[in-house]
């Protein structure tokens, strides 16, 4: 079995999150979303600037939203943040939200990401050699398989 890679994150709601009802406005939760995987691009060397410099770009192209309870302002909040490597030529992510003082879990979620040519923006079907070595470097497959 492949093992995941995990990033942990909190954070305070912010005023501007919330809206007439003074709860977090839905689709700011996609934004925590972002946010965990920018926090694991940094933990574990994988951040988009990373993919672009190898000549990919890649865009989100199926997200999954389950909202459990509310945030309010001045929450603070956990993003859990957990990579599972798959053997097609996409980035699977899952998520799990939670109130930071009460532990109550607030939002579970995943995104997928493709790999695009960032040229042509052509869709590919194999995963570059770069991710796979970066995958080996993780330790999240025994060689890589190109």
Not at 56 to 84: A, F, H, M, N
Request: glycine residues 6%.
């Amino acid at each position: 079995m492949e093992k995941s890679l995990i990033n942990t994150i909190e954070q305070d709601v912010k005023f501007s999150e919330v809206d007439s009802l003074g709860i977090v406005w839905h689709g700011h939760y996609v934004q925590y979303f972002e946010d965990g995987r920018e926090a694991f691009g940094k933990e574990h060397n994988l951040r988009y600037l990373d993919f672009y410099k190898q000549g990919y770009v890649v865009p989100i192209v199926s997200i999954q939203c389950d909202y459990k309870r509310v945030l309010r302002y001045g929450d603070r909040i956990i993003i859990e943040t957990t990579y599972t490597p798959c053997e097609p030529a996409k980035i699977n992510f899952n998520y799990r939200l939670l109130n930071a003082v009460t532990g109550e879990l607030v939002v579970t979620g995943s995104t997928t990401q493709v790999f695009l040519s960032k040229d042509s923006f052509t869709l590919q079907l194999i995963n570059p050699g770069f991710f796979q070595d970066w995958k080996v470097l993780q330790g999240l497959h025994e060689t890589a398989a190109r």
